[in-house]
């Protein structure tokens, strides 16, 4: 979709702001950490706290000790931080015993330093690798401040020389196995050398070597911009740019502070975009961002080179007579003492209002401007600042441009909802009219409309002042809650005045063809308006026709209706009675066999005896078998079976018919002869 | 067991190579027994980023990521090789994208998608025509590029000198076991998303209120793209293979920020915090399927009466149909429990569809009598409810009709039939003694 000429415009005038802020700073971050980020975060590091009053292993417990230190807080528990972190010192390495240590000359209850760790910082301060160094020079300093080692001056300078060895055009590696160079390292390392430059005694050719590695250092050549934020990286290493950037703060700031130095890398640029980086994370959530965040803004706002000022307009809008009120503070948020004069002040059309004005001093040292006051209309204001001091390193205070947003009550009056069997929007005359007594009330009828009809909404926006106003968000919604639908449509304003016009026909898909009571609502609405309202305006008894027909929608996840299967009913059979008559028929002319057998006195006279007796027994048997197995067949066998006991009985069956038809047959013939 | 498993492979195999290789096979089959239990989805995720400064204005939730066993690797969107895919390989099994861009081409996505892994995709008002692609292959429309979700009634008090675009979302989508109510208002701020309705793969997760819409904050409104409860925040979608996409129009929604704010609604003096982190959680359990997977096993069915299954099924048995059905609750496979799983006995048509009996321990039962047409049947489960995978079952059995001998034996109205045939036999029978053995005096 294209966007339209306006907001290509806004897009580049975006753009050229932004390329403005970067060539030039004339213009400080715009926020600062605030007394509500400042209790976030501090909020943040207590809820990391476990019974044992750690903070999840040393290392975090010493970044919480140190962000609340910093953050002028209270360690919650300090005590049992203390017991735990004495016995929390089980691996005698450089780091943990540098955690230990600062942990406990902070919370102040470290005592002289043993063997194990007074051997464990010698080993330190002269090692290889820029992280020993660091923890062996920060453990070694503490300790000797509070008289809890005893540790001879040279025995500390041997790491100036370890850390030198580190360096390539004054940047560090991690360490000489490296073949690559860590802003973060170098950041340790600029820590260290700054904390020995202001621990202990320096020869003036030790102070010269320290200052030409400051001012050989391409460190800040390094910086990536993004957005106006100049961020630093390490590639190699597993450390965020949060942390990169603010151990390489803190690092320069540590370092040009002992040694007084000038270090022209740092400029004013550079003040303010490491300052939008570290501020773009302060609502870090992490014990380890926190102490990130909270160290890095610590040493801008009090870094010898530049310190930016954050000029800003204090959060809730001017509302009416109020004023503006501005801030002038450092990043992390200490007010200054400066003078503000406001150049000009211009509204939404560039019209500037009022003219060039020194602002007041509020008793909370922040500044009013009243130019701003309940004549103002809503809208956006441009401000533009300027803040003058006598001191030399605020930055970002030549020319200051900020919005200030006035918020006014809008006043809805002429509420008038017309009902029209015409679209002709022009023309109403005819169309029956409900005015609505004001905004927030309902009209107390039901307003009957047919599927056919036109709704309009009329209506009329002022300001306080009375002047037309136009707001972003003006909504008339019709909606059946029942059903679920709701439809919107915008009213325009035109000729002064608002009108929605609600084709109700278009709207009978929507609502699937449903007659019934729906609500008539009005919505007024925009970021300058104050008092926003969704207000029902009157309930419409709409009806559709019906012609149409739409079935409501039905849900893809629903329990789908049971299906029993309707088995084939069984043909109707006649009558008992007339089976059994019928059986009887059948069956009567096999008395009739019996009677006429009988009758003409049928015997067996003829049946063989002797050897031929067995031969007709075994013939009638297996006749009779043959016969039974037919019944059989007809029970419970099947072909197959059938067929097999068939076969079975056929070979006696036809031996023993041919032996008694034989037999039979002599004997009648016998019988012939004689 | 294990011991005495590795002591035999030893003894069959003197050589020193061949024993650790067995050894080795042995724990793979050891650990894949033991991985039967493992979540549906797996554990490596890769997180496509708008910049790294994500991991820690993110830290909250991805470290809730990490509680759960998932390792997490970060990659910035800009990135030309971002290695989702090695050599065929997929190289993780979910990914994220918190970002307005994505570089890849966006059929890499779908195919990750194709392939069953799952995507939680937050993005915001700058969105690149990239992830609107994506979107839009899953009928997910999103607004205009700079447009927000406005809500002049219901925002933040701490957007009071903005737009209003940090609206206070109070109605999450609530489903028992998967979405579980989050009682208080989630912030969200970003770019509003317009989806399909009434879909079997695509429902909503979070919409915005009635007086809400979308639109431009520094452009007069003319026309509406979506306005009111149609305004969808997050959507899900969960595609035909069970894996899942989630569409959150902000990025913000995860942040630490919103995790940390108190919420203050314009005009309500009370302050409450926010419930993105609870929302946050379902949304990343569900869209790595840690919740709402269904499983089914054991199939049984049998005649009534019988244990085993038949080699086929004839016409008006009594038929008894038996399948286990767990659901994956994050940590086990827990026995399901809903009332409305229904099994389909279908040839061409579903012939009967009753509802399956739940016992409580996951066994869900149900007996019918088989239809009285035969042919080859087909046990259906076509279980889709709204948050829950899909879960098919599907099992042929043949159904025949009786055979000649099955048939009713004694019917009364056939009794002339058998009479007459029974009374020839029966005379035959006797007509032979008179045939062969009468003498005439």
Redesign the interface.
Known sequence: MALSRASQLFLLVGTLFVCQTISSVAEGPSTYFTSSDRDAAIRNLQSAQKADGSFFGLKNTYYAVSALTTLNAKVPESTKVCDYTKGALKSYDASSVFYHTAILETLGCGKAADDKVKEVIKRALSADNSDDLFYGVSAALLLRKNNHIDLPEREVKTAISKIANLQDEGIFKRSNSDNFVSIFHTGLAFQALGKIASGVSLTNEEKKELKDILGSSQLLSMAEEKNGALVLQDQELRVTPLQVTSSALVGLATLGKALDAKYDDFGETEAVGFAETLLGSKDAASVEDIFYVVEGLNVLANNQYHRPLVVSVDQSSVKGADGVKVRVTDVMGTPQRVKVTATKVTGADNKAIGSKTDLATNPDDSYRLDTLTSKAEPGFYELNLKVSSDDKKYVGIDSVSRKVKVVGNAVVSDIVVSVSQSSDSDDLSVAKKYKVSSFGTKHKDTISVNGKDHLFVDFKIKSNTGANLKVHQTFVILSNAEAGSEIVSVAKFENGAYRAHVTLADLEDDFYGKSGNYELNLVVGDSFVENSANSPLATINLKYDGTRKFSAPISPFRELPEISHVFQEPAARPSAVVSSAFTLAVLAPFGLLLMVLLGMGANINKFPMGVNFINAVGFQATLGAILALFGFYWLRLNMVQTLGYFAFLAIPFLYFSQKTLTALSVKEAQVKRQ | GESSLFHDVRKANPKKKMKWTSISLLVLIVSACINAAVQPGGKRVLAVVN???I???H??FF?SLEERGYQVEYRVASEKNIPLRRYGEWQYDQLVIFSSTWSLPTQTVLDFVDEGHNVLIATDSHLNQAIRDIASECSVEFD???SYV????NFDT?D?????SLVVASNPTVIPGIFEKVTSPILFRGVAQDIE????LLFPLLTAS??S?S??????????HV????TVLVSALQARNNARIVFSGSIELF???F??SEVSRHGDSKKVASGNEQFAKQVSQWVFQERGILRARDIKHHRAGETEAPSTYTI?DDLEFNVVIEEWNGKTWAPFTAK?V?L?FTRID??????LVPDGKGNFSAK??V???YGVFTFKIDY???GYSFLNVVERTPVRPF???EYE?F??????Y???A??M??????????F????E?
């Open positions: 910049g790294l400064d991991k820690s204005s830290s909250i470290k205009e590029k700079d406005i809500d002049h009634i701490s009071f000198d903005g737009s209003h309705e009434d879909s079997q009635t007086t819409y639109h431009h904050p520094h452009e007069s409104v003319d026309e509406l306005a009111g409860k149609k942040s630490d920020k995790i940390r008006k409305d229904q389909e579903p012939h009967v569809r009753t509802r019918f009598k239809p009285d047409v889709s409810r709204k055979r000649h001998n034996r019917i009364p109205t056939a009794y002339p058998y009479a007459s029974f009374s036999i029966g005379g035959l029978f006797i007509f032979s003694f008179i062969l053995y009468h003498q005096k």
